[in-house]
């Protein structure tokens, strides 16, 4: 079992930029596909993008693709997710998440607040 930890969060403008991190525990990082995740009030939580175990493959919802990158170190457990231009409707609890084997995610981090100002 990984147990995964967000870092990054925070308040910016318009148009700005944050690199969320999630750590994850455990020798077995390697193995898992990372998913990102977000939440904005009210709303359903929405898929991000997400990175393949070896890194080589990621995958992107349409509306942040060219602008958030998803990275792993799997040296060091940890994961990435540059956000650039970012826009207020971008805030929202951003979770990271992974899975061993099949679609479904099964341990998720507890997440951490963006915030982007107009």
């Known amino acids: 079992q990984v147990q995964l930890l967000e870092s990054g969060g925070g308040s910016v403008q318009a148009g700005g930029s944050l690199r969320l991190s999630c750590a994850g525990s455990?020798?077995?990082?390697?193995?898992?596909?990372i998913g990102w995740f977000r939440q904005a009030p009210g709303k359903e939580r929405e898929f991000v993008g997400d990175?393949?175990?070896?890194?080589?493959?990621?995958y992107y919802l349409d509306a942040v693709k060219g602008r958030f990158t998803i990275s792993r170190d799997n040296a060091k457990r940890t994961a990435y997710l540059q956000m650039n231009n970012l826009g207020p409707e971008e805030t929202a609890v951003y979770y990271c998440?992974?899975?061993?084997?099949?679609?479904?995610?099964?341990?998720w981090g507890q997440g951490t607040q963006v915030t982007v100002s107009s």
């Open positions: 990175i393949r175990q070896t890194g080589r493959s990621t």
């Open positions: 998440a992974c899975r061993l084997r099949g679609p479904a995610y099964n341990y």
């Open positions: 455990g020798r077995t990082f390697s193995m898992y596909d």
